[in-house]
T-cell receptor
C-alpha cells in the first residue's frame, strides 16, 4: 500500500518570498501524485498532478512541483507567495494499478506574513 | 456551476440522532467517493461508488454508516445513532471513471461539517 508524508505541519513565509512544501511518498512502482489546496471551511481544489512524462509539473496559481524518483519526493514550489495563498496544502499519492483510492498526507498549513 | 455540490453545508445534531448528507457529483462522472476529514488531518477514505455499485468500503465505515447511490447520480451518506466522535467534515468527490484501472483526478465538493453535541 502507498503512503505519503508531509513533514512540515506549519510553514510561515513572508509575502513575496519563495515557498517549498515537502512531500515524500512510499510506493513500489511509479506513483500518481497530486497536490491539493484547501481554504478554511472549503473543499479541496486540485493544484497539479503527475501521472507520467516531464517530472516538472506546472499547476494553477503559479505553483509547480517536481517528481524526484530517487528521493521519493514531490515537493511543491512557488517563486513568490501572495497573501491569498494562505491555506492548507495536501499531497496525495495514488497507485498505478489496482486501487482507485489515493492516500492523502496530513497537510501543511501555510501562513503568509505581510 | 457544474462542480460537486454537497448539502447541507453544516449540521448540528445531538448524540444518538440520525443524519443524512447528500452529494451531487459532476454530471456524467461515474465514480463517487466519500471522505472524512478531522481537524489537522487529511481526508480519510470512507467509501467509493462506480455508477450505482458500492465497490469499496474503508474499515472506518462502521455499521452505523451507510451510503447509497441509487441511480448512479447523487449519493447519500447516513450516520445512525451519531456519536461525538463522528464530528468531522464529510467530503464528497467525483471523477470521470474513464481512466480504467487506476486512480484519477478527483474533484471535491465543499463538504458538510457535522457537529455532534
Amino acid at each position: 500500500a502507498q503512503s505519503v508524508t508531509q513533514p512540515d505541519i506549519h510553514i510561515t513565509v513572508s509575502e513575496g518570498a519563495s515557498l517549498e512544501l515537502r512531500c515524500n511518498y512510499s510506493y513500489g512502482a511509479t506513483p500518481y501524485l497530486f497536490w491539493y489546496v484547501q481554504s478554511p471551511g472549503q473543499g479541496l481544489q486540485l493544484l497539479l498532478k503527475y501521472f507520467s512524462g516531464d517530472t516538472l509539473v506546472q499547476g494553477i496559481k503559479g505553483f509547480e512541483a517536481e517528481f524526484k524518483r530517487s528521493q521519493s519526493s514531490f515537493n511543491l514550489r512557488k517563486p513568490s507567495v501572495h497573501w491569498s495563498d494562505a491555506a492548507e496544502y495536501f499531497c496525495a499519492v495514488g497507485a498505478s494499478g489496482g486501487s482507485y483510492i489515493p492516500t492523502f498526507g496530513r497537510g501543511t498549513s501555510l501562513i503568509v506574513h505581510p | 456551476d457544474t462542480g460537486v455540490s454537497q448539502n447541507p453545508r453544516h449540521k448540528i445534531t445531538k448524540r444518538g440522532q440520525n443524519v443524512t448528507f447528500r452529494c451531487d457529483p459532476i454530471s456524467e462522472h461515474n465514480r463517487l467517493y466519500w471522505y472524512r476529514q478531522t481537524l489537522g488531518q487529511g481526508p480519510e477514505f470512507l467509501t467509493y461508488f462506480q455508477n450505482e455499485a458500492q465497490l469499496e468500503k474503508s474499515r472506518l465505515l462502521s455499521d452505523r454508516f451507510s451510503a447509497e447511490r441509487p441511480k448512479g447520480s447523487f449519493s447519500t451518506l447516513e450516520i445512525q445513532r451519531t456519536e461525538q466522535g463522528d464530528s468531522a467534515m464529510y467530503l464528497c468527490a467525483s471523477s470521470s471513471g474513464l481512466a480504467g484501472g487506476r486512480v484519477e483526478t478527483q474533484y471535491f465538493g465543499p463538504g458538510t461539517r457535522l457537529l455532534v453535541l
